[in-house]
């Protein structure tokens, strides 16, 4: 599973309750690199400002277990050289932790673009009994905000697509919040999961533990909620497998497309309680 690089109400489950749905997948513990490149077979024009070239890496760990709750780390370095002017690059460093029940969320993003100072981003999410959730922010300013029912916080949200993956896959829909942006944004998703797969795994030669592991082709489409009629503000597609582990992944900004190869993946020790 990856935090959101940049990354809800199913349709699977429209009257989702405030409580983390059962069966829920079993998530493995890992710890996963990834190199990052520009796809350059795109399509898309090039102007000045489009990226002719890019380069980056991709670190993610991801701990817990149902009854411990789940951590995130995730850093992410990308360097974009344009047609024309300097390159850019940025920086994101993500933190985040998800209660077992997912009713809880705490986050610190920070972020740096071109060598300039960090911009933070710190607080919490809290789904209460009625389901309602509210944001309390302490970075960059403090602030409090009901974003409505029916969100679902990153992990639960990789639940239910593997879920109703297993389910046969087909098109689902969610409102998810991550702290991300300006810690005010709920994202309205799409998603869509293929057949599983039956070829061998193209992550394998890289992450041979994976070669065994039941996976489907997903495209996830994130949207500014509060931006009718817009198009997504970018498409994650990659196999998600069976354990929450992400495949290689294609990031589609509109303009441009990243590609996010699976170069190292370290499944650690199972919590006790999630065995």
Request: charged share 25%.
């Amino acid at each position: 599973m990856i935090a959101r690089i940049l990354v809800s109400t199913l349709a699977l489950a429209a009257s989702s309750a405030a409580v983390r749905a059962e069966p829920a997948a079993s998530l493995a513990p890992h710890r996963a690199g990834y190199e990052i490149t520009l796809i350059d077979d795109y399509g898309v024009p090039h102007g000045g400002q489009v990226p002719v070239a890019a380069a980056g890496v991709i670190a993610y760990e991801f701990t817990g277990s149902r009854c411990d709750g789940y951590a995130s780390n995730f850093r992410q370095y990308t360097q974009l050289q344009r047609s024309e002017g300097d390159p850019i690059s940025s920086d994101i460093h993500a933190v985040t932790f998800e209660d077992g029940e997912a009713k809880r969320m705490r986050f610190q993003i920070d972020s740096t673009t071109a060598g300039g100072e960090p911009t933070p981003i710190a607080g919490s999410a809290m789904r209460a009994d009625g389901g309602d959730t509210t944001i309390a922010l302490s970075k960059p300013s403090a602030a409090t905000m009901d974003i409505g029912k029916d969100i679902l916080f990153p992990t639960e949200h990789v639940e239910r697509i593997i879920a109703r993956a297993k389910d046969g896959g087909g098109p689902m829909e969610a409102r998810v919040y991550d702290g991300s942006d300006t810690g005010k944004k709920v994202f309205q998703t799409l998603t869509v999961i293929g057949k599983e797969a039956a070829s061998p795994s193209p992550d394998a030669d890289d992450a041979p533990s994976l070669g065994k592991i039941r996976r489907w082709p997903v495209t996830v489409s994130y949207f500014d909620e509060k931006a009718s009629d817009a198009p997504p503000e970018y498409v994650l597609s990659y196999d998600l497998y069976e354990n929450g582990v992400s495949g290689s992944l294609k990031l589609d900004y509109g303009s441009f497309a990243l590609s996010a190869k699976l170069k190292r993946l370290e499944l650690l020790p199972i919590p006790t309680c999630a065995k």
